[in-house]
């Protein structure tokens, strides 16, 4: 599959080199004009070239799912769960679900997923990393999703890790929907097991309530989650801090958001946790806040 | 012998300075009325049940050895009678929907969670904190692990409800980088009534730990109908300001937010008329204290 979109991109580039070229582009990158050629035509100082993939978790999670419930543990065979998968688990929801809350998932702190997670990773790099370009140098990884995951979620089917079909598949280098329990030290502990310096950019997507960053010194502390994530090698993170919306639909469909923290009263917790008359009291307060 | 762990949280910004790992001991001498975590009260095992989560697989009817598990229309009941809470149940639950509270650690095990933790405590200036349930209820367990996050360099904190015996609170605290104190009434008789047990001994223990020079915290749950009348804020007010050292004071404004936890248990949320104070009423308490020169902080 690399050696293919390797082949069409290199295809796309030379054809821009010959029939569309740049040169307003090349005008303002660097080299392009002391060089004398064009931006598609090896011009730029820099040629790099990056695939750009996504879905590490999605595909840890299935990963180990196989692993541990048909090859160390035999709770079913692979014929029963590849059935399941085919139907898009219908019929088959005690078994999806025994999945999902028995399988070591990514973003969790847990070596058994992590070591699968950077194995993944690691062999994304060795298939692509050091391909030649059209243009002298070479392809990278690149794990940045921006919303190719909730497309190529669309086009999939079912997956092992009980993901159903047409559900966005996980983005850039983030744990699965819903699959980090245990809180972003360990979402942020779990990606910095991967050696991000090899890649030409990860994503790391969290999510967090307005409630969670309320206060001055809360701020502060999330400025030091930030921190340590980068100590730990980390290149890029985001916060989602949630709307009323996302609160609603997680009352919609609770199991793609399992890790969705909230502040209650001098604690946090885990708005799938809480019953409807409390959500729907987070709920209130959430909209009092944005006026 | 060891406490049985019921929560174990991580990225605790609540619990003391910086990002913090809270341990949760469970058990606990008072039974407030209020009590965010009913599955902290007792020391034993207990059972989460979770209907909301059940598809009604009944894989739990089938493994249970006492037939203590029925369907009823509003999902499984056990018979508390016959369930003797060996979790079988809760292992063969595909969704989770029963879940086995409280879990045996060794000091060990838990060192090695609190270290994994540890890039984040380093960076933010935050440690571990000792919750519960009462921590001081299990002082040798305690004590060993406060002494073991001691030689690591760690932050401690110990979140207490004050009502353990004044010698090894005493013992704990030179162990202890900050208290997390909790004070909810001055008068005894009302103390008694909504937490099961007198406040002489927590009165006299928060005394005692101000003079000893301990970093405390105290903590005030502020609950209409408990404790939020002007007799019962001035008491509080004037207690403080006679406690010798300077204290940081937080008032936590009460919400019935347990309730969920009291059903998973099976148990009934009794909320009597404990009631949110408003802004209002939770800025009329702040001028209260600041009458005796004593700042204190909404939430935390």
């Given at each position: 599959m690399v050696e293919q979109k390797v082949s069409v991109s290199n295809y796309i580039d030379k054809m821009f080199a010959k029939y569309a070229p740049a040169p307003f582009l090349s005008v303002v990158i660097e080299d392009c004009i002391s060089k004398g050629k064009d931006y598609y035509n090896g011009g730029p100082r820099y040629n790099t070239n990056y695939i750009q993939c996504t879905g590490l978790g999605t595909v840890t999670d299935s990963l180990s799912a196989l692993k541990k419930?048909?090859?160390?543990?035999?709770?079913?065979?692979m014929e029963t769960l590849l059935k399941a998968v085919s139907e898009n688990f219908e019929g088959n929801e005690k078994l999806r679900q025994r999945i999902i809350n028995r399988t070591p998932f990514?973003?969790?702190?847990d070596e058994y997923a992590d070591k699968i997670a950077s194995q993944v990773y690691n062999d994304l790099l060795a298939a692509?990393?050091?391909?030649?370009?059209?243009?002298?140098e070479s392809f990278h990884l690149n794990m940045l999703s921006t919303t190719c995951h909730v497309y190529f979620g669309k086009v999939l089917g079912a997956m092992p890790n009980g993901r159903l079909s047409g559900k966005s598949i996980s983005d850039?280098?983030?744990?699965?929907?819903?699959?980090?329990?245990?809180?972003p030290t360990n979402v942020i502990r779990s990606l910095g097991k991967?050696?991000?310096?090899?890649?030409g950019g990860t994503l790391l997507n969290l999510r967090f309530v307005p409630g969670l960053v309320k206060r001055e010194k809360d701020i502060e502390k999330l400025g030091h989650l930030i921190r340590s994530y980068f100590t730990l090698g980390g290149h890029h993170i985001q916060f989602n801090i949630v709307d009323t919306d996302t609160l609603l639909a997680a009352q919609a469909c609770p199991e793609d958001y399992k890790d969705l923290l909230v502040r209650m009263a001098g604690y946090s917790d885990y708005?799938?946790?809480?019953?409807a008359d409390l959500q729907q009291e987070i709920i209130d307060r959430t909209e009092n806040e944005t006026f | 012998m060891y406490p049985l762990i019921f929560d174990i949280k991580r990225?605790?910004?609540?619990?003391?300075?910086g990002i913090r790992i809270t341990i949760f001991l469970k058990g606990c001498p008072l039974s407030c009325?209020?009590?965010?975590?009913?599955?902290?009260?007792?020391?034993e095992k207990q059972k989460f049940y979770t209907a909301s989560k059940c598809?009604?697989?009944q894989d739990c009817i089938e493994v249970c050895p006492n037939n203590a598990l029925t369907l009823s229309k509003n999902g499984i009941v056990t018979n508390y009678e016959l369930c003797?809470?060996?979790?079988k149940c809760a292992d063969v639950c595909p969704t989770k929907a029963i879940e086995m509270v409280g879990e045996l650690y060794s000091v060990q095990q838990l060192l090695e969670i609190i270290e994994r933790e540890k890039v984040h405590i380093e960076q933010s200036g935050g440690g571990v904190t000792f919750s519960g349930g009462e921590p001081l209820m299990h002082s040798g367990f305690l004590l060993k692990m406060l002494r073991e996050c001691g030689k690591r360099d760690l932050h401690r904190t110990v979140d207490t409800?004050?009502?353990?015996d004044t010698k090894t609170l005493l013992e704990v605290a030179k162990q202890t980088d900050l208290f997390l104190y909790d004070l909810k009434l001055i008068n005894s008789e009302k103390h008694k009534k909504w937490?099961?047990?007198?406040?002489q001994l927590i009165l006299k223990n928060l005394k005692v730990l101000a003079e000893s020079g301990a970093n405390i915290n105290i903590r005030i749950p502020l609950i209409n109908n408990v404790n939020t009348d002007k007799d019962e804020l001035t008491k509080m007010a004037q207690f403080i300001s006679e406690l010798p050292g300077e204290q940081a004071i937080n008032l936590l404004p009460y919400h019935n937010i347990a309730k969920n936890k009291y059903n998973k248990l099976g148990a009934v949320y009794n909320e009597f008329d404990m009631t949110e104070p408003s802004e209002k009423e939770q800025n009329r308490a702040v001028k209260i204290f600041q009458s005796f020169g004593i700042e204190v902080e909404i939430g935390g």
């Open positions: 419930h048909i090859f160390e543990e035999n709770n079913f065979s990514f973003g969790n702190d692509i990393d050091g391909k030649p370009n059209t243009k002298g850039g280098t983030s744990p699965s929907h819903g699959c980090d329990i245990h809180g991967l050696d991000q310096t090899k890649s708005f799938n946790d809480m019953n | 990225y605790a910004i609540n619990d003391g300075p009325k209020w009590c965010h975590n009913p599955e902290s009260q007792s020391p598809i009604g697989a003797k809470l060996c979790g409800t004050g009502f353990a937490t099961g047990v007198n406040n």
